[in-house]
């Protein structure tokens, strides 16, 4: 983890970055689909989406007062937003769709002024500093 300062402008400038942002969502993708089949079930994806500790409200403990099965019922609606046609299984394309969505939502709620937080190695919201970094000391 490391503390990075970043704005709306800087995810939605990743996002717009087609080849940056495909590059990216595609790794994630490939180390999700565990059988290599190009397809995620809920179960490669289960993990990653439990991750985004949805309702985490003190610091990194999910509330307690949620059963377990809400849970579940709530992830599996994750896993649902991913599968767009409604097959089962996430493809590459549905994928990026909705991690673009994702993304532009995050974007939006930064809004424009930079912000100080701590994100994850290898999360998207890293790649894009990053590229943001690198694009700035290019143009210097």
Same mark, same amino acid.
Do not use: C, W
């Given at each position: ?17 087609? @080849? /940056? ?6 790794? +994630?993708?490939?180390?999700?689909? /565990? ?11 289960? @993990?990653?989406?439990?991750? =985004?500790?949805? =309702?985490? %409200? ?5 509330? /307690? ?5 809400? &849970? ?11 599968? +767009? ?6 493809? +590459? ?6 991690? %673009? ?7 939006? @709620? &930064?809004?424009? =002024? ?11 919201? %890293?790649?894009?500093?990053? +590229?943001? &970094? @690198?694009? =700035?000391? %290019?143009?210097?």
């Amino acid at each position: 983890m490391s503390v990075e300062i970043l704005d709306g402008s800087t995810v939605r400038s990743f996002v717009e970055d087609e @080849g /940056a942002f495909n590059s990216s969502v595609d790794g +994630r993708f490939a180390a999700l689909d /565990a059988d290599h089949d190009g397809l995620l079930t809920y179960a490669e994806m289960a @993990g990653e989406l439990m991750s =985004l500790r949805v =309702l985490e %409200k003190h610091f990194g403990v999910d509330e /307690a007062a949620v059963a377990p099965d809400e &849970l579940g019922v709530l992830y599996r609606g994750l896993f649902e937003r991913f599968d +767009r046609d409604g097959s089962g299984m996430v493809d +590459r394309h549905e994928f990026r769709a909705e991690m %673009k969505e994702v993304m532009l939502a995050v974007a939006n @709620g &930064l809004g424009f =002024l930079p912000v100080q937080m701590v994100v994850e190695e290898g999360s998207f919201l %890293k790649v894009a500093v990053d +590229r943001e &970094l @690198g694009q =700035l000391a %290019k143009a210097a």
